[in-house]
């Protein structure tokens, strides 16, 4: 292959292509909704309960981690269905590993909601 050279209006074109992926994304994917509420719930808390500049950096590293596993299994589904959309196992074992790691970023993101916020609404509780 050979070296291509650099155009700005490529790089745009390929931000166009991302956005384009992330519009398909939030307009079709109940799943991506889902996130997306959860994310604005937690911006909304870490306002209500002025979390600190590490606070912030955590939630928001935790918020795109959940986005960024999400929106790659999306696309390792699409392009399993793409293979077949017939039962197969091996299919299923690439669909259920991907949503593994969406499970485990999950987790994480409950622990670290859990651990940011839960003692400031038990203080503001009290
Ligand atoms: N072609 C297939 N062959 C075998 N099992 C499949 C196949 N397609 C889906 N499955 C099983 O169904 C599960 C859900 O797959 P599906 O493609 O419906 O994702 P989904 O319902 O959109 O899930 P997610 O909640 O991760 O978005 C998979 O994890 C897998 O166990």
Redesign the pocket.
């Known amino acids: 292959m050979g070296r291509k050279k650099f155009s700005i209006l490529d790089r745009i074109r390929s931000f166009r292509f991302a956005i384009n992926g992330l519009k398909i994304f939030f307009l079709t994917?109940h799943?991506g909704r889902i996130h997306l509420v959860a994310a604005l719930l937690a911006i909304f808390l870490g306002i209500f309960l002025k979390i600190s500049n590490v606070e912030w950096v955590i939630v928001c590293l935790i918020i795109g981690a959940v986005f960024v596993a999400e929106i790659l299994?999306?696309a390792i589904?699409k392009l399993?269905?793409l293979v077949?959309?017939?039962?197969?196992?091996k299919?299923?074992i690439v669909?259920?590993i991907?949503?593994g790691a969406?499970l485990v970023i999950a987790i994480v993101a409950l622990i670290v909601g859990l651990l940011v916020f839960l003692p400031k609404l038990i203080a503001l509780l009290l």
């Open positions: 994917e799943n299994n999306t589904e399993a269905d077949t959309e017939e039962i197969n196992p299919i299923k669909k259920d991907a949503a969406v």
